[in-house]
């Protein structure tokens, strides 16, 4: 079966860019999304079709789809930035990875 | 605007069927492309996709869960109703449901735009 893996904890220092990532087998022909978690909150949509945001979605979130990696880049990051992120993608079904907490230190 | 409400029991007990309702508003099955799904997360662990059903009554499971489930649209009252048997420990979390539009295409995929507040069903005897 298919499956997602993230790296369980990111960290980057305020200002400064954030990347997690999201591997899979050939994922660069799939389209990913990425969702931001904030404790007792639910999921929110940050980017979807590998790089576009929502409206309402700093332009510090961007994202990346190639191979076997899609990643999620923060840039300027900031300490209302701190969450679990979560990858999506579709293979019979949706999927998601585990998920990578992101510190902002 | 689009939202989102998960309704249910919060305790449940092993071996019985969960019956969780989702009421939306800001969007309908009348329109072309338009899917619910819902999505679960334990306490402390990952989001675990589940099920959905788009506007045409087709309807998608995850593999591994799929002989539990049962996912049903009302489209007069704007409502998912979402089934899940043989309820054990292991099914607590908290349960989403979420909006959705189209299918994956060479062009695009869906993703999941909306999500409801999510509502915890803990299953304990």
């Known amino acids: 079966s298919y499956e997602l893996t993230q790296p369980p904890s990111a960290s980057a220092s305020p200002g400064q860019t954030a990347n997690i990532t999201c591997s899979g087998q050939k994922l660069g022909d799939k389209f990913v999304s990425w969702y931001q978690q904030r404790p007792g909150q639910s999921p929110l949509l940050v980017i979807y079709?590998?790089?576009k945001r929502p409206s309402g979605i700093p332009e510090r979130f961007s994202g990346s789809n190639s191979g076997n990696t899609a990643t999620l880049t923060i840039s300027e990051t900031q300490a209302l930035d701190e969450a679990v992120y979560y990858c999506q993608a579709w293979d019979r079904g949706t999927l998601f990875g585990g998920g990578t907490t992101l510190t902002v230190l | 605007q689009i939202t989102l409400k998960e309704s249910g029991p919060t305790l449940m007990r092993p071996t019985q069927t969960l019956t969780l309702t989702c009421t939306f508003s800001g969007f309908s099955f009348n329109t072309d492309g338009v899917g619910v799904g819902w999505v679960r997360q334990p306490p402390g662990a990952a989001l675990e996709w589940l099920a959905l059903?788009?506007?045409?009554?087709?309807?998608r499971y995850s593999p591994v869960l799929k002989s539990r489930l049962t996912v049903t649209k009302d489209t007069s009252k704007n409502q998912v109703l979402f089934s899940m048997t043989n309820m054990d420990p292991l099914d607590t979390a908290t349960y989403y449901c979420?909006?959705?539009?189209?299918?994956?295409?060479?062009?695009?995929?869906?993703?999941?735009?909306?999500w409801g507040q999510g509502t915890l069903v803990t299953v304990s005897s």
């Open positions: 979420v909006h959705l539009l189209d299918y994956c295409s060479v062009t695009s995929c869906p993703y999941f735009d909306h």
């Open positions: 079709e590998d790089k």
């Open positions: 059903i788009y506007w045409n009554d087709d309807k």
